[in-house]
Every structure is written in structure tokens, then in C-alpha cells.
T-cell receptor, first 115, second 110 residues
């Protein structure tokens, strides 16, 4: 059973470009969470999605950031017009059932560098 | 909003010494989880504590959840070089969100 997959693993963008980060949850998992981790920091919750629904996006910046989890295909975190402050590791996690009572399985992350 | 504080931020120990990291939440938690992240890696789930006063052991690791369900600790006995990494606690207070502490980075000197 493949784990959570994220791609790309490393992404370099210039200021003003768009970044698209993809996450395929573990097989059988329909709940996806995105986190951002700055160097030497903990993980900050961004958004929680189920298939075709955004359940909680309270941790996501109001502008330039969006997330989706379509019926078919991976979940995508999209950052428009990136700025240097967006440089971070972005982790996706999945779980089979909703909520924090369940272990979240993390993907390897996408390290975004904005030049 | 909910805050989870974790101390110390860094800990350097000689191999064979014990190590403890502490986690405190500003609100009562429904459960707390612990994760380990190796350098350059991703968080890996270690354990979940749900009950007030709960204590769980995994070989040399002992996890505790406070009576008030607002604090927790992870203790490692006789550290080994394989224990190197950052240990995060993550609290859940009834919503879908896990609030992570900033982690304790453990270095083990052989």
C-alpha cells in the first residue's frame, strides 16, 4: 500500500510565478490536510478537504492560496504570484476518517523555494 | 486561538542519557499526538493519548497525558543516535485541526 505521495519534491519559482503542489492520499483515505512548515518551526495547519469539498480553510491565507480535492485525481495546493515569504516545506497528510482522533499519514513534502 | 507550547526547543544529550520534552496547551485537549521528524524528512506518527492521566510506553519511549488534558510529555530512556530528530506534539481540541508545537530538536552525541 503506497503511502501519501507528493510532487514535486522540490520546486523553485521566481517571484510572481504560480506554484502547484500535488498530493495523492493513501489508498482508501478520503481526508486530506495541508500544512506549511517554515525552517526550525512546527507545522501550521492550512486546510482540510474531503473529496470535492473544503471543510476547513481557516489556516490558509485569504489571498493567493487555494486548494482543491477533485473527485478524480490528486489534491492540489495552488499559490499564485509567489513571494519570498512563501518559501517553506508544504506537507500533505491523509486519514481514513475525519478529525484529529485519527493518525495522520504525512507525505514527503514539497520544498518550495522562491527566488 | 488554541496554542501549543513545547519546551525545550533544542536538547543535546550524550548517548545513553535520558531526554524529556514537554508540551502545554492553552486549552483542554480531546487528544494529543506525538510525531517524530528526521532531518530532511516528514513527520511520522508515534502515538496518540486520549484519556486523562494516560501513560503509554513504546520500548524506551514513555508518553504521558496530564490529568487536566492540557499537558503532555515524552521521555526517552538511554538515548541512541537513532533517536536524533525533532519531536512534535500535536493537540486536537474538538475540531478537525491538529495544532502542532514548534518541536524539540534532539541531538545525540555518540
Amino acid at each position: 500500500n503506497a503511502g501519501v505521495m507528493q510532487n514535486p519534491r522540490h520546486l523553485v519559482r521566481r517571484r510572481g510565478q504560480e506554484a502547484r503542489l500535488r498530493c495523492s492520499p493513501m489508498k482508501g483515505h478520503s481526508h486530506v490536510y495541508w500544512y506549511r512548515q517554515l525552517p526550525e518551526e512546527g507545522l501550521k495547519f492550512m486546510v482540510y478537504l474531503q473529496k470535492e469539498n473544503i471543510i476547513d480553510e481557516s489556516g490558509m491565507p485569504k489571498e493567493r492560496f487555494s486548494a482543491e480535492f477533485p473527485k478524480e485525481g490528486p489534491s492540489i495546493l495552488r499559490i499564485q504570484q509567489v513571494v519570498r515569504g512563501d518559501s517553506a516545506a508544504y506537507f500533505c497528510a491523509s486519514s481514513p476518517i475525519a478529525g484529529g482522533y485519527n493518525e495522520q499519514f504525512f507525505g514527503p513534502g514539497t520544498r518550495l523555494t522562491v527566488l | 486561538g488554541q496554542q501549543v507550547m513545547q519546551i525545550p526547543q533544542y536538547q543535546h544529550v550524550q548517548e545513553g542519557e535520558d531526554f524529556t520534552t514537554y508540551c502545554n496547551s492553552s486549552t483542554t485537549l480531546s487528544n494529543i499526538q506525538w510525531y517524530k521528524q528526521r532531518p530532511g524528512g516528514h513527520p511520522v506518527f508515534l502515538i496518540q493519548l486520549v484519556k486523562s492521566g494516560e501513560v503509554k510506553k513504546q520500548k524506551r519511549l514513555t508518553f504521558q497525558f496530564g490529568e487536566a488534558k492540557k499537558n503532555s510529555s515524552l521521555h526517552i530512556t538511554a538515548t541512541q543516535t537513532t533517536d536524533v530528530g525533532t519531536y512534535f506534539c500535536a493537540g486536537e481540541a474538538g475540531s478537525y485541526q491538529l495544532t502542532f508545537g514548534k518541536g524539540t530538536k534532539l541531538s545525540v552525541i555518540p
